[in-house]
Antibody
């Protein structure tokens, strides 16, 4: 079955750290761009980070730059999000998603996300 | 404040048509592909439209996408009560080097 399964969410104190995982199955993970998207309670979707197919390029929303790190382990078909210095505004359901891109020369850009996990809830609170 | 602007809500009667707009700029919609997602409460988003106008396999023809300049739109015809959901547009912003979503639009089928 083609799917993404997130894990690692939970309750953490402000300033703390958490590592999210996303395990892929049923498709060629190693050739896929991957993304983390989050959704705060009662709010809309927010793109968080992308990683390209070989892990050499990463992109982040400004609000998490320097605090979050996206990475992948193709041998384990896994995507990760290391979250440090967590803040209350990071409270959200975090989804991993498979991305499709288009390239112009050496630059590649996001097109769409066609496969999503069910999400994992991160709560930052004292 | 989202880089893409959507109306917070739209409504229409069953069987009618509705259009959800998504307004951006030359750094995002104007020069990149737009996609649309449907989300029911408590569930993950689902891809509805990609590459501005294309429908993935399994998405009914009632759903359509369009793009003109720095704006895009999602059209839904023959509205059904089961279409009540939140709808989001998304694209890449070349100036930000980041993905962006619209704020989302809640569709009510009266």
């Amino acid at each position: 079955e083609v799917q993404l399964v997130e894990s690692g969410g939970g309750l953490v104190q402000p300033g703390g750290s958490l590592r999210l995982s996303c395990v892929a199955s049923g498709f060629a993970f190693s050739g896929s761009w991957m993304t983390w998207v989050r959704q705060a309670p009662g709010k809309g979707l927010e793109w968080v980070a992308n990683i390209n197919d070989d892990g050499s390029e990463t992109y982040y929303v400004d609000s998490v730059k320097g605090r979050f790190t996206i990475s992948r382990d193709d041998g384990k078909n896994s995507l990760y999000l290391q979250m440090n210095s967590l803040r209350g505004e990071d409270t959200a359901v975090y989804y991993c998603a498979r991305g499709h891109i288009f390239c112009l020369g050496a630059s590649c850009y996001q097109r769409y996300f066609d496969l999503w996990g069910r999400g994992t809830l991160v709560t930052v609170s004292s | 404040q989202s880089a893409l602007t959507q109306p917070p809500s739209v409504s229409a009667a069953p069987g009618q048509k509705v259009t959800i707009s998504c307004s951006g700029s030359s750094s995002n919609i104007g020069n990149n592909y737009v996609s649309w997602y449907q989300q029911f409460p408590g569930t993950a988003p689902k891809l509805l439209i990609y590459d501005n106008t294309k429908r993935p396999s399994g998405i009914p023809e009632r759903f359509s996408g369009s793009k003109s300049g720095t704006s895009a739109a999602l059209g839904i015809t023959g509205l059904q009560t089961g279409d009540e959901a939140d709808y989001y547009c998304a694209t890449w912003d070349s100036r930000l080097s980041a993905g962006v979503f619209g704020g989302g639009t809640k569709l009510t089928v009266l």
